[in-house]
Nanobody, 114 residues
Framework: QVQLVESGGGLVPAGGSLRHSCGAA????????TRWYHEAPGKQRVLVAS???????AYADSVKDRFVISRDNAKNSVYLQMSSLKPEYTGVYFC????????WGQGTQVTVSS
C-alpha cells in the first residue's frame, strides 16, 4: 500500500496564500501522474490541478492563475501553491498519484475566511 502524507492546510484570510505538500512513500515516483483535488463542504471531490510524469500541467478553470502545481521527483513530492484565495476554495484538499492504480493522501483542511 502506497502512503501519501500531506501538509500545509490551515486558516487563511481571503486574498492570502497557502502551500500544500504531499510526500509519497513510493518506488519510481517519477513514473506516476500526480493530482490535487478539492472537496468543498457538501460537494463532490473535484480535480483542480495535475502534473503528469512528463511535467505537463493542467488546471481547472476555477483555479487558473491562482494555483500552481509542481513536483520534485528527487523528493517524491508534489506541491500546490495557492494564491489569491477566495472563500469558495474552502474545503479539504487531497493529493493523488496514479499509475494503473490510484492512491490518495489523507487530505488537509483549508478554510478561507471572508
Amino acid at each position: 500500500q502506497v502512503q501519501l502524507v500531506e501538509s500545509g492546510g490551515g486558516l487563511v484570510p481571503a486574498g492570502g496564500s497557502l502551500r500544500h505538500s504531499c510526500g509519497a512513500a513510493i518506488i519510481y515516483f517519477s513514473l506516476y501522474d500526480t493530482r490535487w483535488y478539492h472537496e468543498a463542504p457538501g460537494k463532490q471531490r473535484v480535480l483542480v490541478a495535475s502534473i503528469d510524469r512528463n511535467g505537463t500541467v493542467a488546471y481547472a478553470d476555477s483555479v487558473k492563475d491562482r494555483f500552481v502545481i509542481s513536483r520534485d521527483n528527487a523528493k517524491n513530492s508534489v506541491y500546490l501553491q495557492m494564491s489569491s484565495l477566495k472563500p469558495e476554495y474552502t474545503g479539504v484538499y487531497f493529493c493523488n498519484v496514479y499509475r494503473a492504480m490510484s492512491f490518495w493522501g489523507q487530505g488537509t483542511q483549508v478554510t478561507v475566511s471572508s
